[in-house]
T-cell receptor, first 116, second 111 residues
Framework: DAGVIQSPRHEVTEMGQEVTLRCKPI?????LFWYRQTMMRGLELLIY????????DSGMPEDRFSAKMPNASFSTLKIQPSEPRDSAVYFC??????????????FGSGTQLSVL | RKEVEQDPGPFNVPEGATVAFNCTYS??????FFWYRQDCRKEPKLLMS???SGNEDGRFTAQLNRASQYISLLIRDSKLSDSATYLC????????????FGRGTSLIVHP
């Protein structure tokens, strides 16, 4: 398996522009997570899905952020409009929650977002 | 109080040294615990799970203390390649599955 695939690896945009981050989870995984990592706040959970359904989005900073999971193999995180304080590394992670795998998270390589 | 707390370090140790990190968690309902390793500019990767009875994987030993609500990671005979940030992760049980990360402890192993 190729692992969790995120795109793009790097995104540089100007304030006010729309940004869309993409994630392909590992096939067969039923949980998908979006995290944001900054030096100041560490890894923060933004939202997670179970079987394509959003379960908890309490970590989404504000209405400018939205996430979708139209099917089991694809998710997007959108920021509209983007602001400089959104600059961070955004990670997608997936897992299959059962006793055998013990809830291990597998991360993608992340998207480094810079909003100028 | 943060849900999962770690000393950010850095811990600066010579090769061959033994080093230990602790991680405290606030929710007594937490059921599963993990240590992840993150190299600079890379994604976190699972290092090891933490079991109630404690567990060992080569030079790495993980312990859980439910009474005091902390987990620990011990690294023996440190290698240069152990230099990284170590993140502890705590999961709640039941319907609430929210893996919560600590901010990580930085380890630097020098020659």
């Amino acid at each position: 398996d190729a692992g969790v695939i995120q795109s793009p690896r790097h995104e540089v945009t100007e304030m006010g522009q729309e940004v869309t981050l993409r994630c392909k989870p590992i096939s067969g995984h039923d949980y998908l997570f979006w995290y944001r990592q900054t030096m100041m706040r560490g890894l923060e959970l933004l939202i997670y899905f179970n079987n394509n359904v959003p379960i908890d989005d309490s970590g989404m900073p504000e209405d400018r952020f939205s996430a979708k999971m139209p099917n089991a193999s694809f998710s997007t995180l959108k920021i509209q409009p983007s602001e400089p304080r959104d600059s961070a590394v955004y990670f997608c992670a997936s897992s299959h929650r059962d006793r055998a795998t013990n809830e291990k998270l597998f991360f993608g390589s992340g998207t480094q977002l810079s909003v100028l | 109080r943060k849900e999962v707390e770690q000393d950010p370090g850095p811990f600066n140790v010579p090769e061959g040294a033994t080093v230990a990190f602790n991680c405290t968690y606030s929710n007594s309902a937490s059921q599963s615990f993990f240590w992840y390793r993150q190299d600079c500019r890379k994604e976190p990767k699972l290092l090891m799970s933490v079991y109630s009875s404690g567990n060992e994987d080569g030079r790495f030993t993980a312990q859980l203390n439910r009474a005091s609500q902390y987990i620990s990671l011990l690294i023996r005979d440190s290698k240069l390649s152990d230099s990284a940030t170590y993140l502890c992760v705590v999961n709640l049980s039941g319907g609430s599955y929210i893996p919560t990360f600590g901010r990580g402890t930085s380890l630097i192993v020098h020659p």
